[in-house]
């Protein structure tokens, strides 16, 4: 399914404002559950939150909290597993190629 620009300058916009905010709240004006920003971004008004439209195993809920695309397969967030390195530890994860996930923390030594 080819997405229009101007949902690629939502999607833009969105991270812009994410980075400017840092942790603010999801804004759902609607009370559904979903992120506004997403649902305008995939056309994903009038989902239900446990379904899975595009049977990739990810629930729309969970498809809303990774950014993913709800309608897409192949847009996904997958964990799998970490591995010790020599100055910390990596994190496997498959996600669609452009994709960019953040792990965070607290700084706090053990």
């Known amino acids: 399914m080819n997405r229009s620009p101007s949902v690629f300058l939502v999607c833009m916009a ?3 404002f994410s980075l400017i905010l840092d ?3 999801v804004v759902d004006l609607d009370g559904d559950g979903f ?3 997403w649902e305008v971004a995939f056309d994903a008004q009038n989902l239900v939150p446990q379904g899975d439209e595009d049977g990739d195993g990810s629930t729309n ?3 809303c909290e990774n950014g993913t695309d709800p309608f897409d ?3 996904l967030f997958t ?19 452009g994709t960019t996930f953040s792990t965070e923390f607290p700084d706090t030594r053990l």
């Open 14 to 16: 969105s991270a812009l």
């Open 23 to 25: 942790a603010a709240p």
């Open 35 to 37: 992120s506004d920003i």
């Open 61 to 63: 809920l969970q498809e």
């Open 73 to 75: 397969a192949d847009s």
């Open 79 to 97: 964990f799998e597993g970490i591995e010790p390195e020599e100055n910390g530890i990596a994190f496997n994860q498959a996600i669609q190629q």
